[in-house]
Nanobody, 126 residues
Framework: QVQLVESGGGLVQAGGSLRLSCAAS????????MGWFRQAPGKEREFVAA????????YYKDSVKGRFTISRDNAKNTVYLQMNSLKPEDTAVYYC???????????????????WGQGTQVTVSS
């Protein structure tokens, strides 16, 4: 069972930036696609971004394209989410997860991921 630990959240003004990190345990990190999801109060968890095991391909929620960048360092067992031009609607708890099932052709279904960490709070003030 993988253990994932998110960090890097905080309070930032609209237009600001944050970089989230997700450190993973285990030796097989590079063989798994990784995803970032978020959950705002009173809302369902939603997909934000994903990256393949090699890092060659990335996928984004439409509303974050051009503002967020997902990347990974397989030597460090870490995946990142660089968030620029933050907006109040980006406020949420952000989670990383490992994709273990491939029922669909997309990367956006949370049911295909495991290893959910405790999350890191991102709050964007207007």
């Amino acid at each position: 069972q993988v253990q994932l630990v998110e960090s890097g959240g905080g309070l930032v003004q609209a237009g600001g930036s944050l970089r989230l990190s997700c450190a993973a345990s285990g030796r097989t990190f590079s063989t798994y696609a990784m995803g970032w999801f978020r959950q705002a109060p009173g809302k369902e968890r939603e997909f934000v971004a994903a990256i393949t095991g090699s890092g060659a391909r990335t996928y984004y929620k439409d509303s974050v394209k051009g503002r967020f960048t997902i990347s990974r360092d397989n030597a460090k067992n870490t995946v990142y989410l660089q968030m620029n031009s933050l907006k109040p609607e980006d406020t949420a708890v952000y989670y990383c997860a490992r994709r273990v099932y491939y029922f669909s052709s997309t990367y956006s279904s949370s049911t295909e991921y495991d290893g959910w960490g405790q999350g890191t709070q991102v709050t964007v003030s207007s």
